[in-house]
T-cell receptor, first 114, second 113 residues
Framework: GQNIDQPTEMTATEGAIVQINCTYQTSGFNGLFWYQQHAGEAPTFLSY????GLEEKGRFSSFLSRSKGYSYLLLKELQMKDSASYLC???????????????FGTGTKLQVIP | SAVISQKPSRDICQRGTSLTIQCQVDSQVTMMFWYRQQPGQSLTLIATANQGSEATYESGFVIDKFPISRPNLTFSTLTVSNMSPEDSSIYLC??????????FGPGTRLTVT
């Protein structure tokens, strides 16, 4: 099966930097997503990492190490509106036969305080 | 990016009845999924909706309870059958586009009384 772990909750200060970690154990790994989800809303896509390394997109960056089964989402210059749940999700499966799935972690609830 | 709409956005249903949720995508997509998100929880994959064939269900979900249709590459339905209060949840349609970015519909909030 697929096993994805994230911290349940985190608190950080407005203007600071926060790193949300995600570890996974999966077979047929193809890539890792990060999503932001505000309460009562659908998840919105933040990033997708396929290769090892850091990908930067504005205030948000995502890192992947496939050998370690590890990823993190880095949020810089935190704003109050960044208070949300952040979901790590692993895409896995096998290209032959087009078998692909995405499995989600339990999510990390981030609270940004003044 | 794909734009996804779902109908209804919310509903309150009596136990023992069934509800069909529709998902419409503005472009043709190969991979379409149905998820459930219970209050305070993360997303759980119900099934992969396959065009022109039976859906592929995850462990704990069966076709009799959650029949799925996918008549073409832009549309799918999920039916929640013989509902009980435990089925109260948000049901989300999702697609993977050609560059493997995943997008979600706005969700259907179901309450079973």
């Amino acid at each position: 099966g697929q096993n994805i772990d994230q911290p349940t909750e985190m608190t950080a200060t407005e203007g600071a930097i926060v790193q949300i970690n995600c570890t996974y154990q999966t077979s047929g790994f193809n890539g890792l997503f990060w999503y932001q989800q505000h309460a009562g809303e659908a998840p919105t896509f933040l990033s997708y990492n396929v290769l090892d390394g850091l990908e930067e997109k504005g205030r948000f960056s995502s890192f992947l190490s496939r050998s370690k089964g590890y990823s993190y989402l880095l949020l810089k210059e935190l704003q109050m509106k960044d208070s949300a749940s952040y979901l790590c999700a692993v895409r896995w499966g096998y290209h032959s036969g087009g078998y692909q799935k995405v499995t989600f972690g339990t999510g990390t609830k981030l609270q940004v305080i003044p | 990016s794909a734009v996804i709409s779902q109908k209804p956005s919310r509903d309150i249903c009596q136990r023992g009845t069934s509800l069909t949720i529709q998902c419409q995508v503005d472009s043709q997509v190969t991979m379409m999924f149905w998820y459930r998100q219970q209050p305070g929880q993360s997303l759980t994959l119900i099934a992969t909706a396959n065009q022109g064939s039976e859906a592929t269900y995850e462990s704990g979900f069966v076709i009799d309870k959650f029949p799925i249709s996918r008549p073409n590459l832009t549309f799918s339905t999920l039916t929640v059958s013989n509902m009980s209060p435990e089925d109260s949840s948000i049901y989300l349609c999702s697609v993977l586009d050609r560059v493997y970015e995943q997008y979600f519909g706005p969700g259907t909030r179901l309450t079973v009384t």
